[in-house]
T-cell receptor, first 111, second 114 residues
Framework: NAGVMQNPRHLVRRRGQEARLRCSPM?????VYWYRQLPEEGLKFMVY????????ESGMPKERFSAEFPKEGPSILRIQQVVRGDSAAYFC?????????FGPGTRLLVL | DQQVKQNSPSLSVQEGRISILNCDYT??????FLWYKKYPAEGPTFLIS?????DKNEDGRFTVFLNKSAKHLSLHIVPSQPGDSAVYFC?????????????FGKGTKLSVKP
C-alpha cells in the first residue's frame, strides 16, 4: 500500500511565478491536510480538505494561496505570484481515522 | 503564542540508555496527542499517539506518558539506538487527529551515540 505521495519533491520558481504542489493521499483516505515548515520551525497547518470540500482553511494566507481536492485526481496547493518568503517545505498528510500520515514534502525555493 | 512547546532543542543519549523527550501544551481542549520522527529531507513519520482519556500508551521501545493536570507529555525510547537519531515533533489536536489541524512543537533533535 503506497504511502502519501507528493510531487515534485523540489521546485524552483522565480518571484512572480506560480507554484503548483500535488498530493495523492494514501489509498482509502479521504482527508487531506497541507502544512508548511519554515527553517528551524515546526510544521504549521494551512488547510484541511475532503473530496470537493474545503473543511478548514484557517491557516491559509488570505492572498495568493489556494487549495483543492477534486473528485478525481490529487490535491493541489497553488501559490500564485510567489515571493521569497514562500520558500519552505510543504507537507501533505492524509488520514482516515485518528492518525495523519505525511508525505515526503515538496521543497519550494523562490529565487 | 505557542500552544505546544518542546523546550529542549536537542538531546544527546548513549546507545542502550533511555531517551526522554518532553512536550508541554497550554490548550486544555487538546484531546489527542501524537509523536512524529523526522529525518532530514523526509516527511514526518508517525510514531505513537495517545488519547486524553489515557495516561500511558506503549508500542515496543516507545512509550508516551500524558499528565493532563500538568499539561505535559513525554516520549520514552528504551533502549535507544543510533537509528533513532532524528528530530522528534510533538503534536496535539482538538477532536481527534482526523478532525482538524495538528498543532506542532518546534521539535527536539535527538542524537544517539554508539
Amino acid at each position: 500500500n503506497a504511502g502519501v505521495m507528493q510531487n515534485p519533491r523540489h521546485l524552483v520558481r522565480r518571484r512572480g511565478q506560480e507554484a503548483r504542489l500535488r498530493c495523492s493521499p494514501m489509498k482509502g483516505h479521504s482527508h487531506v491536510y497541507w502544512y508548511r515548515q519554515l527553517p528551524e520551525e515546526g510544521l504549521k497547518f494551512m488547510v484541511y480538505l475532503q473530496k470537493e470540500n474545503i473543511i478548514d482553511e484557517s491557516g491559509m494566507p488570505k492572498e495568493r494561496f489556494s487549495a483543492e481536492f477534486p473528485k478525481e485526481g490529487p490535491s493541489i496547493l497553488r501559490i500564485q505570484q510567489v515571493v521569497r518568503g514562500d520558500s519552505a517545505a510543504y507537507f501533505c498528510a492524509s488520514s482516515s481515522q485518528e492518525t495523519q500520515y505525511f508525505g515526503p514534502g515538496t521543497r519550494l525555493l523562490v529565487l | 503564542d505557542q500552544q505546544v512547546k518542546q523546550n529542549s532543542p536537542s538531546l544527546s543519549v548513549q546507545e542502550g540508555r533511555i531517551s526522554i523527550l518532553n512536550c508541554d501544551y497550554t490548550n486544555s481542549m487538546f484531546d489527542y496527542f501524537l509523536w512524529y520522527k523526522k529525518y532530514p529531507a523526509e516527511g514526518p513519520t508517525f510514531l505513537i499517539s495517545i488519547s486524553s482519556i489515557k495516561d500511558k500508551n506503549e508500542d515496543g521501545r516507545f512509550t508516551v506518558f500524558l499528565n493532563k493536570s500538568a499539561k505535559h507529555l513525554s516520549l520514552h525510547i528504551v533502549p535507544s539506538q543510533p537509528g533513532d537519531s532524528a528530530v522528534y515533533f510533538c503534536a496535539a489536536s482538538v477532536g481527534g487527529g482526523s478532525q482538524g489541524n495538528l498543532i506542532f512543537g518546534k521539535g527536539t533533535k535527538l542524537s544517539v551515540k554508539p
